[in-house]
């Protein structure tokens, strides 16, 4: 199964999705393709017209390009996915700080896709950690 990771930059749940049998779908892949992409001169400088395109699908004209930026990348991963895991209060070290903006539009594009998602507040010690690592495994052993 395609899982969507959010954090979509989180090496922990690219690791956890990844040990438990399925494809994480996070940025490290996508912005993997466009950096080895002959097409592109110079990363990070590393959008195209189509990508501009692509998050304009996503999100309008008026909203700042950042935000389409980021949409444009992780909107069609979200549309791959067959489930999300949402890691909610996460701190800047665990993942992509991008915007406040990005996350929200994130979040309302995996509930409106109507796919299972598993929202988990980060944890703080190392019981919760376990608690956290335990659901991740039963919603993926659930999906198979």
Excluded at 99 to 126: F, H, N, Q, T, W
């Amino acid at each position: 199964m395609k899982v969507f990771i959010d954090p979509p930059n989180s090496l922990i749940l690219f690791d956890l999705v990844e040990r438990f049998g399925n494809e994480p779908l996070s940025t490290m892949a996508a912005l993997q393709e466009r950096v080895d992409n002959l097409e592109i001169d110079m990363p990070p400088m590393n959008v195209t017209l189509d990508d501009v395109v692509k998050g304009l699908k996503y999100a309008g004209i008026e909203v700042p390009s950042g935000v389409r930026g980021r949409l444009s990348i992780w909107g069609p991963m979200i549309e791959a996915a067959d489930a999300a895991i949402v890691v909610e209060d996460a701190p800047f070290e665990f993942g992509c700080v991008g915007c406040e903006r990005s996350e929200l539009m994130v979040k309302y594009l995996i509930k409106r896709s109507g796919k299972p998602a598993l929202k988990l507040k980060y944890p703080e010690d190392e019981d919760e950690g376990k608690v956290f690592v335990q659901k991740v495994k039963e919603f993926l052993e659930g999906l198979q």
